[in-house]
């Protein structure tokens, strides 16, 4: 995978943040790493602080206690300019063209307004361009916030749901921009709830439930995107101790009727039942399934 | 700084709100001050000549202070509405950024209205006068004018940062002379130290006296000197005022104040 090629860089560090809204902890003593070139999915329920994270890391919610850092360094503005942001909701002037909302970040943001017309023909809005930011649908007000986010050709971006409000087809999109955007090497923090989502465009994630952190990892050890391989031979036990003695053999669970185990890549099923056979165990069984990303989500969160 | 300055202007430049209130108060000054010369008994030509003319328009113009601060109310808590301030940290500026732009902001327009003012102020002037008056003379109370301007918006400034719904936020602007009426009469029982004279709003608000009033403390005070004007009325007994000076003095201080107060009440919260 494309992230594994970068060295680790760390774009955000984030420290033992914690957060509470008089009796709600919105978030509790989060730790996070993320580096260059990573596409970090911020995954969990509605509720569960990925706005609070993400509010705090933009310097518009203050932290109870805990610590982070951008590009190494204390947060202040300028880090933030060279960051596109899209935070929960489209924040324009009503009364404004998309191109006068554009401008007024572009100059925030130090960027030349010729950056204007390329953003806005990244999310079709170039024929609507003259039109007030009130008549915009949901959705494409939902665009042109990401268009924002995209002005100054950022290395990193934050989206908060990017997705939200948009019509099926303008979801393919925007997932095609952020892939693209990935594979020039860009490093992209996004919250969601939506796990589909997370696992077709993230190449990492954390998972969030009330404030705490779950898990965080690469996505496929943490959501097991892996196929999982499932073996069944006579002795159950003497298959589940000889497999621990092979390797690449990883993840080994055992049910009532078979046991499951995760190949490291390279690693097929024909060397298994080959390394199983020389080891003096004859397979009756060994197929291979597919991963079932909503179980293992549910299962993490609950 | 010049940064700070262009983007509020890319913002407010196109709103027609803001035209639209800015344009009535432009067009009603000169227009109810001629009418005010018209039905005046002592004739146009003595309201309107130098130097009596900048004490009688800037009076009657720190009415229409009161909009300009009001309409400050809407764009500070346009910043909220919008949610566009919360965009802007986002997007890289700091909350000190934020005071600095309003207060460059209102120092345009102030310096707007003060020139305006001025234009208007001489050309009553100069069409009316015919003793030998110059247009230099108490012109001061054009730039006490300015001061006000800035005082009415600083307090629209906080009132806004601290309440941000706009609705709530005007209705609160246009009471605050009024509370603060109810709590220096409150004060004024329990207290003779006399610091109810000391108030934010009446201190603004004197910044441009009443002429009539001016005209009764003059004579009043010719009259101690013994030089009684035939003619005048009786002098009613006026509680004792703060001289002009001072009160420019305490209102540059209640200015610089309020901005700090405002800086750090941002400081403190989240921004919605
Ligand atoms: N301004 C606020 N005042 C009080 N409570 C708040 C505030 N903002 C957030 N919370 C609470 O903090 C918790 C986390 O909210 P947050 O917005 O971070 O969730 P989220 O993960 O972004 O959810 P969603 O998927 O719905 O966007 C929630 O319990 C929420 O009610
Ligand atoms: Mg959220």
Redesign the pocket.
Known sequence: MYHKLYKLTAILNINGISKTYGKVKALNNLSLQINQGEVFGILGPNGSG??TTLGIILDVIKANSGTFTWFGEEPKKESRQKIGSLL?TPNFYPYLNARQNLSIACKIKNVDDSDIDRVLDIVNLLTRADSKFKTYSLGMKQRLALGAALLGNPDVLLL??PTNGLDPQGIAEVRTIIKNLAAEGKTIIM?SHILDEVEKVCTHVAVLKLGNLLTTGPIETVLSKQEQVYVVADDLNLLKVTLGQIDGVSNIKASTSKIYLMLENGKDSAYLNKALFDKGITLSELGVQKPDLEANFLEIIN | MLTLLQIELKKILPYKTFWVIFGLVFLLIPGVFFALGQVNPMGGKDMFSFPNVWNNLTYLASWFNLLIGMTFVILVCNEFSFKTFRQHVIDGQSKSDFIVAKILLMVVLATASMLYIFIVGALFGLVNTDNSAGLTEGIMYVGVYFIQALGYMSVALIIATLIRSTALSIIIFMLSILIESIVQVIIGIFSTAGIENYFPMEIIANLTPNPIMEAITVNQQAMQAGMQQPGMPPPAPIAEAIPLSTNVYIAVAYIIAIWGITYFILTKKDIK
């Open positions: 990925k706005t929960e908060d749901e919250a």
